[in-house]
């Protein structure tokens, strides 16, 4: 079996306010996926980071030493384009609004 996405995994860079419901937001970005490779039987996972990603460049106000990264279940781009657009909902519930594919998260 070759190599497959079994989740986005996405960092909270920052935060909005919005415009429709005064709520506060998260904004993410989406820094890489979690892999799943088996071979002979035997399931292995490995991670794959976008290498332009800087977790130094994280967003730190209380000054701790790691980052979260989180981890979504992958979303069915073909099923969106499909239906224009309309299967972004449950991502949007699980990302605060923000889809990572997103060019401009405001």
């Known amino acids: 079996m070759a190599s497959k996405k079994i ?3 996405l960092v909270k860079v920052g935060s909005y306010t919005d415009r429709n419901t005064g709520q506060e937001k998260s904004r993410w970005k ?3 996926a979690l892999m799943q490779n088996e071979e002979n039987g035997e399931v292995s996972y490995f991670i794959m980071l976008d290498k332009t990603f800087n977790p130094a460049g994280v967003p730190d106000k209380d000054n701790r030493e ?3 990264i989180s981890a979504f279940v992958p979303q069915d781009r073909n099923a ?3 239906s224009g657009g309309t299967q ?3 991502y949007d519930e699980q990302s605060g609004g923000f889809h990572p594919d997103d060019a401009i998260p405001y």
Do not use: F, M, T, Y
């Open 30 to 32: 989406n820094v890489g």
């Open 7 to 9: 989740r986005d995994l």
């Open 66 to 68: 790691s980052i979260l």
């Open 80 to 82: 969106s384009q499909q």
């Open 88 to 90: 972004r909902s449950s």
